[in-house]
């Protein structure tokens, strides 16, 4: 999985849980997904139909009924539910995981497992523009997921991003999987 298709995966806040939870063997139907992501059925809906856009998830044929499908990963929709399992076991906390539903949140702890000034974060994410970089840079900060550090060692100093704790973790998990 590359960049893009990690920032496309995550701009729909339950995509990752549902991914989670279909890796973690429950059964590809709307009920119990929604039932276990606790979603509501408008944006579980709209993370659905964005999982299938991204060609993670399809129908499966012969299953379900026409108004109940059933649903099942694709091979890349494997790859990408590994590692949302893998997320998911680092930030088993629901309040933590809402940090994480937040568009821009995992992206950048994709790319700040290195000391990152801001304009190098930004030239790793492609679209996002620097008020939404660093609204969310300063909710990891918040979270203890990254640490800001000042950099004197040049005439001008700088802010360098790093992350730490479960963010490091979290960064791990995603390196695992994105190439």
């Keep these: 999985m590359d960049m ?21 063997g429950l059964p590809g139907r709307q009920a119990p997904l929604i039932a276990a992501t606790g979603a509501s059925r408008s944006s579980f809906a709209a ?24 649903f099942r990963l694709t091979d890349t929709g494997k790859a990408a539910a590994a590692m949302a399992s893998r ?19 995992v992206p950048i702890l994709a790319v700040t497992g290195t000391p990152s000034r801001f304009t190098a974060i930004k030239s790793g994410l492609g679209p996002i523009t620097d008020r939404a970089l660093s609204k969310s840079l300063g909710v990891l900060e918040d979270q203890e997921w990254l640490r800001r550090d000042i950099d004197l060692s040049q005439r001008t100093p700088f802010p360098i991003y790093r992350a730490v704790n479960a963010g490091l973790q979290i960064n791990q998990a995603i390196s695992a999987g994105v190439r």
Excluded at 4 to 24: E, F, G, R
């Design 87 to 105: 997320i998911e076991e680092i930030v088993p906390n629901e309040d933590a995981f809402a940090v994480l539903r937040r568009s821009w949140t």
């Design 47 to 70: 993370s659905l139909e964005h999982l299938i856009q991204l060609g993670l998830l399809e129908r499966n044929p012969g299953h379900g009924h026409p108004l109940r499908p059933e």
């Design 4 to 24: 893009q298709l990690l920032v496309n995966l995550t701009s729909k806040a339950w995509s990752l849980k549902i991914l989670a939870q279909l890796h973690a």
